[in-house]
């Protein structure tokens, strides 16, 4: 399970259907644990800044993977297509700006931060 459930979510203002949600949700999830090192899956309550943070990402995520988001300009007649260049990178870097927005000021029931390296 995420750290944000589907009624949640649809709340918030998403726009997907269930199954694409629970992809992307799970997505969302594996990346906030890998850069927490799991301590929000041993909290007793999940913060507001994760459940946003976790829209957030799905909603990076959803994009990433839709080319017809990418789409800049189109004509009918002559059918062509233009579509904006946005590469991994770019999708990586969001995704880990909004880590660092979103949980820089966040810690665990121990008082650790939840991005805290070990140094």
């Not at 906030?32 to 829209?55: C, N, Q, W, Y």
Request: negative net charge; charged residues 30%; contains cysteine.
């Amino acid at each position: 399970m995420g750290y944000l459930t589907y009624n949640d979510y649809i709340a918030m203002g998403g726009g997907l259907d269930e199954a694409a949600f629970h992809r992307y949700s799970f997505m969302a999830k594996k990346e906030i644990d890998r850069e927490t090192f799991g301590r929000i899956k041993s909290m007793s309550d999940v913060p507001e800044a994760v459940k946003m943070l976790t829209f957030e990402l799905i909603q990076v995520n959803a994009k990433g993977d839709l080319s017809e988001e990418s789409v800049t300009s189109e004509s009918v007649s002559g059918w062509s297509k233009s579509f904006k260049d946005v590469s991994k990178e770019d999708f990586d870097k969001e995704r880990m700006r909004l880590i660092l927005s979103y949980l820089s000021d966040e810690y665990d029931d121990q008082g650790t931060p939840l991005l805290y390296r070990g140094c």
